[in-house]
Every structure is written in C-alpha cells, then in structure tokens.
C-alpha cells in the first residue's frame, strides 16, 4: 500500500483568504484524488489530479475555487481560494493501487474558516 | 453510477458487545466492496474488503461478506472494543468509467464504552 503524507494537517484561516494543501506520495501513481469531509458528513470527490494534464473537476466544483496543481507522478496540491466557514472540512488525497479500485488516504488537512 | 445506503448511527455500545453496522448498494456488475474506518483525528484506513460475490473480507475481528442476493455488505465484530471507536464508511467503486473514483456512505459513527 502508498504512504501518503499530506501539509498542513490543520489551520484556521481567516476568510477571503486562500491555503494551498500538498499532498505527496512515496511511489509514482497515474492518479490522485481530492476528497472533501464536511462536518459530520461522508467524502465528497472534488477532482481528479491527472500528471501532465488538467485536472478533473466533479459537479459542483470548479477551478477558480479549488486550483489543483500535479508536477510529478508523486505530488499535488490542493489549493482552496477565497476562502469562507463553509470551506471548513477535512480535505483528504487518495491514491488507486494498481488495480484502480482500492483506495489509499492521507491523514487529511483539518480546516478552520474564521 | 453505483451507490451504497449504510446505516447511519450513532451506535452506542457496551465493551464486548456484538456490532453490526448495515450497507446495501446498487452497482453495475458485481465490484468490489470496501469498509473503511476513520479513528478521531485521522484520515481513512482501509479495513477490509471483498472482490467478488460470497467473499467474505476480514481484519481486526472484524467480517463483512459479500451477499449478491440481497445486495448486501454488512460489517459485524462479535465483541466491540473501546478501541473500535470511530466512523465507519462503507464504499465501492462509483462505476462507469470513473476509474479510480469511489462513492462511500453517509458514515457511522460508533461509540463503545467501557
């Protein structure tokens, strides 16, 4: 299985402004996904972060909002623009394994908008 | 796509009791079904999960078979510890072409006390 190792792993931010999550991975994956939790709530898939390409976005969710930036097949970040209390959630990355059907998580950024 | 209908709680139960959280899912085919846990303050850990129909996953005490019949994935643990404390997602792939993707349910949380 990846490790996956994600920064910050918490912050409280002040709103209108913007924090950028990274996400890195010890092997070169194809694919990586961003998740949001809400509170009390199940995950939601923001996007797909495909290496050499842009990324994919889920209804709901656009680029101005949640820029994603994938340089390498074992990087990304997550950045969540003019920020507002409901951008408070968990933000977590995931990568497939080989089969593309299990899924590995990092421990998740915990978000705080003020 | 595919989706999954999982028992929302809480649950609340005494140390040594019997746990049974329920899921039933719609899916295309037959996919692979997954329980993952999320411990207070952590990212998601896969626990368990079964390939294909009549395969039962396992881990940590805990079982889940997959029931093709009744589209069914119920997770059990015959004697809950205060350590089992957490939420519960059931998910399976989201189906199509959405490689990669996953679709979880709405979570369980579950509280065992001493």
């Known amino acids: 299985s990846a490790v996956i190792s994600q920064k910050p792993s918490r912050d409280i931010c002040q709103r209108g402004t913007s924090l950028t999550i990274q996400c890195q991975v010890d092997s070169q994956v194809t694919m990586m996904f961003w998740y949001r939790q809400q509170p009390g709530q199940s995950l939601t898939l923001i996007a797909t972060a495909n290496q050499g390409s842009e990324a994919t976005y889920e209804s709901g969710f656009v680029i101005d909002k949640f820029p994603i930036s994938r340089p390498n097949l074992t990087f990304s970040t997550l950045t969540v623009s003019n920020m507002s209390p409901e951008d408070s959630s968990i933000y977590l990355c995931?990568?497939?394994?080989?089969?593309?059907?299990?899924?590995?998580f990092g421990p998740g950024t915990r978000l705080l908008v003020l | 796509g595919n989706s999954v209908t999982q028992m929302e709680g809480p649950v609340t139960l005494s140390e040594e009791a019997f746990l049974t959280i329920n899921c039933t899912y719609t899916a295309t085919g037959y996919p692979s079904l997954f329980w993952y846990v999320q411990y207070p303050g952590e990212g998601l850990q896969l626990l368990l999960k079964a390939t294909k129909a009549d395969d039962k996953g396992s881990n940590k005490g805990f079982e889940a078979t997959y029931r093709k019949e009744t589209t069914s994935f119920h997770l059990e643990k015959g004697s809950v510890q205060v350590s089992d404390s957490a939420v519960y997602f059931c998910a399976l792939p989201a189906g199509g072409t959405s490689y990669g993707k996953l679709t979880f349910g709405q979570g369980t949380i579950l509280t065992v006390h001493p």
């Open positions: 995931s990568v497939p394994d080989r089969g593309g059907e299990t899924q590995y």
